[in-house]
């Protein structure tokens, strides 16, 4: 193995990660523990938002036509609203939590409806009624958490606006004791295109693009989580609370209104740079100390869980539990058409870039001289050190790049939906589904594991309800383990 010229000074040697089929079935083991965490404590992280509930649908399958894999539904549909109310101020006592809330955004054709009313209901008594503003957003306060019956009333249609043909027209979301709760209804207008005329075929199309793009930000994410598996052998539970930094980091360089007011693309810029130092900071000033002091790499995965909990818990009292959009591009049409594929033009952009930056990370591990070290510490961290590798100078480039890497993800989440305090978590256990499934510690694993698992997952929204996507690249991962333990790009070791 070549040795890389690095600092004279070698930092000691990286916990060396075990690999086999028993660390894989540890580590999914301990995903579903962390995802029934809250409710075995009997307590949740903080208080919901709407990005923290998934947008309930017309129908199953429905979502995946608009090439967005949160549900939004450009050119015939609605997206998830973000709330219009402004976040508290840190430190501030509030007389009561705000009522939770039912919101939506009605659009047909790709234009917002204005004047619609939207009735929520419970047990057959009316809970109460809004119009829609000039642009379509609508929201209704319920009193409690529970379930809802939420419908619109055709009456107050505009004249050429109509549910689609075969859309459910009363939805029963299941409202969270706090935060907003966005719904989804299928509208359509005369003279837009119409879903009824597109076929079966055309619907797939239409999903697999949105799971090209939803897994090429998922790849791109997972790369960093990767690394640092193959670099320290820490399975890093708090690589969500990175991806949510990188979008709040962006959103608050961005915004008009409490921000910088920067383009978006300088935010952006901006962002993923805040969040590799974030990345970087972790390391100096949490896991380093660790494994100089000889903490078992076990121990450092339960302090990444608590971590990743108290991150969330500052995101969502400085940032606030709404849910916003960045000041660009927020509502876009499907104007981009690819055959029988219409795209909103920024999903077209999010997977141009994404699809970039997938290949310069692929060509920065493989040619540059630092991608040559990742990739000899990743292999074995004790030989890189006797080579000359400062492989504590290594692991900090990786939280670095991992940073950065989440962060660009977080970014391009945030522009295709919503920013949220807790939009990482929601995308963690994909994320680590395509890590395993590509094979632990190897970043070309996590990117094409990342792009298998998003376009599975999406189009089976085709046939399933889109709550159950989570549940669908989890069942593709044990079912892959289950014949290839060690992951698709993943090398099978000897037992010793």
Same mark, same amino acid.
């Given at each position: ?5 690095? !600092?004279?000074m070698s930092?000691?040697?990286?916990? /060396?990660?075990?690999?086999g ?38 129908? =199953? ?19 998830p609203t ?12 509030e ?8 919101t ?6 790709g ?17 109460g ?17 529970? !379930? ?5 009333d055709?009456d ?10 075969g859309?459910? /027209?009363?939805?029963s979301p ?14 359509t ?16 199309? !239409?999903?697999?693009?949105?799971g090209?793009?939803f897994g ?11 690394l640092? +598996? ?6 890093? +539970? ?23 007011g920067?383009?978006?693309?300088? =935010?952006?810029v ?6 590799g ?36 818990y ?28 219409s $795209? ?5 952009v ?5 699809l970039a ?12 001289r ?12 004790d ?18 790049l991992?940073?950065? $890497? ?13 920013v ?11 994320? +680590?589904?395509?890590v ?14 990342g792009?298998f698992?998003?376009i ?27 014949f290839?333990?060690?992951?698709? +790009?993943g090398?099978?070791t000897?037992?010793?």
């Amino acid at each position: 193995m070549a040795s890389v010229q690095s !600092s004279a000074m070698s930092g000691p040697p990286p916990a /060396t990660p075990r690999s086999g089929g028993s660390v894989r079935w540890v580590l999914l083991a301990a995903v579903v523990l962390v995802l029934l965490l809250p409710d075995l404590t009997g307590a949740s992280p903080a208080p919901a938002s709407s990005a923290g509930q998934t947008p309930t649908t017309d129908q =199953a399958g429905g979502a995946g036509d608009t090439g967005d894999p949160a549900g939004g539904v450009p050119g015939g549909g609605t997206v998830p609203t973000t709330d219009s109310g402004e976040a508290p101020e840190d430190g501030a006592d509030e007389p009561a939590p705000a009522l939770p809330r039912i919101t939506a955004t009605l659009t047909a054709g790709g234009e917002p409806v204005e004047g619609v009313t939207m009735i929520v209901s419970q047990g057959g008594q009316e809970v109460g009624r809004a119009d829609s503003d000039e642009d379509g957003k609508v929201e209704v306060e319920v009193p409690s958490g529970g !379930s809802y019956d939420v419908t619109l009333d055709p009456d107050t249609f505009p004249e050429g606006v109509a549910f689609e043909e075969g859309a459910r /027209t009363e939805l029963s979301p299941i409202v969270q004791a706090t935060g907003s709760r966005p719904v989804i209804f299928r509208l359509t207008s005369e003279g837009a295109e119409a879903r009824q005329g597109r076929s079966d075929t055309d619907r797939v199309l !239409s999903l697999m693009a949105s799971g090209v793009r939803f897994g090429l930000v998922i790849g791109l994410a997972a790369v960093g989580l990767s690394l640092i +598996f193959g670099t320290t052998g820490l399975t890093n +539970f708090a690589h969500g609370e990175l991806v949510t930094f990188g979008a709040i980091a962006t959103w608050y360089l961005n915004a008009k209104s409490g921000g910088l007011g920067l383009p978006l693309v300088a =935010a952006a810029v901006g962002g993923v740079l805040i969040a590799g130092g974030f990345g970087a900071a972790i390391e100096l000033g949490v896991f380093r100390p660790l494994r100089r002091r000889g903490m078992p790499v076990v121990s450092q995965m339960v302090v990444s869980i608590g971590l990743a909990i108290a991150l969330r818990y500052v995101f969502s009292i400085v940032y606030g539990a709404s849910s916003r959009q960045y000041a660009q591009y927020g509502a876009q049409s499907p104007t981009v058409h690819l055959g029988p594929v219409s $795209l909103r033009p920024k999903d077209l952009v999010v997977t141009l870039v994404a699809l970039a930056a997938v290949v310069a990370v692929g060509v920065f591990l493989q040619r540059a001289r630092l991608g040559t070290a990742i990739r000899a510490v990743s292999d074995n961290g004790d030989l890189s050190t006797a080579s000359g590798i400062d492989t504590a100078r290594v692991i900090l480039l990786v939280w670095a790049l991992a940073g950065v $890497l989440a962060g660009a993800g977080g970014l391009m989440l945030g522009t295709t939906d919503t920013v949220a305090w807790n939009m990482g978590q929601q995308v963690l256990l994909i994320m +680590f589904a395509a890590v395993l499934l590509g094979g632990l510690g190897t970043a070309y694993g996590a990117m094409v594991g990342g792009l298998f698992v998003g376009i599975v997952s999406d189009v089976s929204t085709f046939w399933l309800d889109a709550d159950l996507k989570i549940v669908v690249a989890l069942g593709t991962l044990v079912l892959v383990l289950l014949f290839r333990p060690q992951g698709v +790009f993943g090398v099978r070791t000897r037992a010793a």
